[in-house]
């Protein structure tokens, strides 16, 4: 009686004991519930078995999940994520089928090199022969998650929804979509991961990227200009300058012999540098600094 309208164990059991008990009653109203077909039927989702996380890669481009995003805005696009660096590759295109998918892998193959391995769901662009074939000719290695369980390629997963949210989150009729995508990309490369700490660009490229906020403090090469000009203002300020000529007879200090020695200036090489011929051999011409010429023979 208390199983008519098959409402599950917990009510089956609520209701069995309000009226009636006896030893293993629980026990018993488990079984049969689990033995009737529409109670297993209708019964709610089992909960999810635990996740077996990935090893994360030690270096960039070792390991890409990648995934379609289907049919949004228009178009279908590519997502591939690194493994490592977490940097985000987002691709607009046409069709899904497997040539179109292979042709966006080799530009980036090309940019990255070839990864290790590529992680993938079982749709038909990434389970064909043509798919397995350009794998193996690559030699990487191609992992394909279990069907039904998206959450096995999370990474990729969770690139397909913020590439989503955060289109959304800009929608813009005045902007194109590609430009669009071009921020959303160059935002998300230089936002530092929660996971490791670092900017996607830091982990993949070695450096941050430069942005229209870096125009906000002086560039670093104009720091260093400034500070090498008053280096050489504060050294001029007991400089002065000194010029010879071909055939003028100078001495020219040895640093290895801690003397001085005399020489011909034979040529006038740049500005403040003579090459000198001392020592009467062609063996002693040296490239000097004037500062190490003391003054002219009389």
């Not at 199983?3 to 069995?16: C, L, R, T």
């Not at 500070?227 to 050294?235: C, D, G, I, M, V």
């Not at 003397?259 to 011909?264: A, F, N, P, S, T």
Request: glycine share 4%; with cysteine; net charge positive.
């Amino acid at each position: 009686m208390v199983h008519e309208g098959h409402p599950g164990i917990v009510a089956m059991k609520s209701m069995a004991r309000f009226q009636v008990w006896w030893p293993g009653i629980d026990k018993e109203i488990e079984t049969f519930v689990n033995q009737c077909k529409p109670c297993q039927w209708n019964r709610q989702k089992l909960p999810e078995v635990p996740l077996l996380p990935w090893n994360v890669p030690t270096e960039p481009w070792t390991r890409i999940p990648v995934d379609i995003a289907g049919m949004f805005k228009g178009r279908c696009w590519l997502v591939v994520v690194d493994a490592h660096s977490k940097w985000l590759e987002v691709i607009p295109m046409e069709n899904t089928t497997t040539a179109s998918v292979i042709r966006r892998l080799r530009r980036l193959f090309a940019i990255f090199g070839l990864p290790r391995s590529i992680v993938s769901d079982n749709g038909p662009h990434f389970v064909s022969e043509e798919f397995e074939k350009f794998c193996d000719n690559n030699n990487v290695t191609h992992v394909k998650t279990t069907p039904y369980h998206p959450r096995s390629n999370g990474l990729a997963e969770r690139a397909v929804r913020l590439f989503r949210d955060r289109f959304r989150a800009s929608s813009d009729a005045t902007t194109d979509v590609e430009l669009r995508l071009q921020r959303f990309l160059f935002s998300y490369r230089n936002s530092i991961h929660a996971t490791s700490g670092r900017t996607p660009a830091e982990l993949q490229l070695g450096r941050r990227l430069r942005t229209k906020l870096d125009l906000l403090k002086p560039a670093l090469d104009v720091h260093i200009d400034k500070k090498l000009f008053k280096q050489a203002e504060y050294h001029d300020r007991t400089a002065r300058s000194r010029s010879f000529a071909v055939g003028d007879r100078v001495y020219v200090y040895e640093p290895n012999e801690a003397k001085h020695e005399k020489g011909v200036i034979i040529e006038r090489l740049a500005e403040n540098s003579y090459l000198v011929s001392y020592k009467g051999k062609e063996a002693g011409n040296m490239r000097i600094i004037c500062d190490i010429v003391l003054n002219l023979l009389t």
